[in-house]
């Protein structure tokens, strides 16, 4: 018996809003944990249990893609030190040095400079009643404290962020996309790669002979056994902290303001109380993941839920559907900040467990306490549009206009 014959569809719907991208996998798990997609040729999983299994099993389901993906030169310098798409042992090695250079008293350290930013990006503002909260705030701000964080001259985060934007800006990436759809892709956008490559890679090498108080540099001098990250591998790290952490912090901000106006008693709640705002923000995550999903691929033939995936085959994990599996939480379409425990997969599980969450929890918290202290009342205005990326690659706004009362 067939997928279509079990009433399964080979595609996703258009792209339209994050909640019919919820409906559709709610929709996906009463067909069964596992799906087989057509076009692409690989496996999706829906439930937590096999989602949590996977992302565990490092040995069975590999982060490693080379093979699978389309190659292109600039694209493989750029992923080279990105633990994510590593394997053990490797993947120890990288993760080991990069914990000596992005320890928490580093991060707890970057409290006051992430304070003082949101307040210089607000204060660029002119007490404005409206502003974009995308363009004002959330998408800067998480290339200024990362670039500050790595070393990098404020005269060149614009140009960091221009980049970003480019290779983070497209969201023409369908259930249907090909190989063929995707090699095109990386071709287009190799010269900005290129362009980042060659900025970061004389970065590192400026840290190298001008060693200073920045994560850089404790990168270039951390060492175990003897082993130390060299150019390239540092230079990966740092292209995918600036990406993805970027893309981190601009979806957790926009997603708890949406989800505010979404149960404006909980906002109340949370604004009252200082106390209930880190499982809020955990919350914010849960339902709204930056990315809903992410890819393994498999090492052996391995049974899932009673299916049988052969080897070397590509699994999606979906992780915004695990998120609200009812087997797992209670309740899980709601937002329940005092949801306890909360052990949502957004930030990965495993040896793959977000090595950047602490910062995004940390800057996240830091900025929804200054806007809490600056503006009494906040909410979505209604009389400019608010436009979304598409949901089946990334939970974020691109425009999220607010009113604000001045406190």
Request: hydrophobic share 40%; aromatic share 6%; with cysteine.
């Amino acid at each position: 018996m067939s997928l279509t014959d079990l009433g399964v569809p080979d595609t996703w719907p258009e792209p339209t809003t994050f909640d019919d991208m919820i409906a559709w996998c709610r929709e996906q798990r009463r067909n069964g944990p596992v799906r087989y997609n057509e076009h692409q040729q690989g496996w999706e999983l829906f439930d937590h249990a096999d989602v949590a299994r996977v992302l565990s099993d490092a040995a069975i389901f590999s982060s490693d893609f080379s093979g699978l993906a389309p190659s292109q030169e600039d694209f493989d310098l750029f992923i080279k030190g990105d633990i994510t798409g590593v394997d053990p042992p490797r993947h120890r090695k990288l993760r080991n040095l990069v914990s000596q250079a992005l320890t928490p008293r580093t991060v707890a350290a970057l409290g006051p400079q992430i304070k003082a930013r949101t307040n210089e990006l607000l204060d660029g503002l002119d007490g404005a009643r409206q502003f974009d909260l995308v363009d004002a705030l959330a998408d800067p701000l998480p290339i200024m404290v990362i670039a500050e964080m790595l070393g990098i001259p404020i005269t060149d985060w614009s140009m960091l962020r221009d980049w970003a934007t480019t290779m983070l800006g497209s969201d023409d990436v369908r259930d249907d996309t090909t190989t063929e759809d995707m090699a095109n892709a990386l071709k287009d956008l190799a010269p900005t790669v290129r362009e980042l490559n060659a900025y970061l890679r004389a970065h590192v090498q400026h840290c190298r002979t001008h060693p200073g108080e920045n994560v850089t540099s404790r990168l270039i001098a951390a060492e175990v056994d003897g082993q130390r990250l060299d150019d390239e591998e540092i230079l990966g790290f740092v292209g995918a902290v600036l990406s993805a952490g970027h893309i981190t912090m601009t979806a957790m901000l926009t997603s708890a303001v949406v989800l505010f106006e979404d149960n404006q008693d909980t906002a109340r709640e949370v604004r009252a109380d200082p106390a209930l705002r880190p499982s809020a923000l955990d919350e914010v995550i849960r339902c709204r993941p930056p990315f809903p999903q992410i890819g393994r691929r498999t090492t052996q033939e391995v049974e899932v839920a009673g299916t049988t995936i052969p080897a070397n085959a590509m699994v999606s994990l979906w992780v915004a559907a695990a998120n609200r599996d009812p087997a797992r939480f209670t309740d899980p379409d709601r937002f329940d900040v005092r949801r306890k425990p909360n052990p949502h997969l957004a930030y990965g599980h495993g040896i793959h467990f977000c090595v950047g969450a602490p910062l995004a929890r940390l800057e996240a918290s830091v900025v929804l306490d200054t806007l809490f202290e600056r503006y009494r009342d906040i909410t979505i205005a209604t009389d400019s549009p608010v436009e979304f990326r598409n949901p089946w690659l990334m939970s974020t706004a691109k425009r999220l206009p607010l009113a604000v009362t001045p406190a």
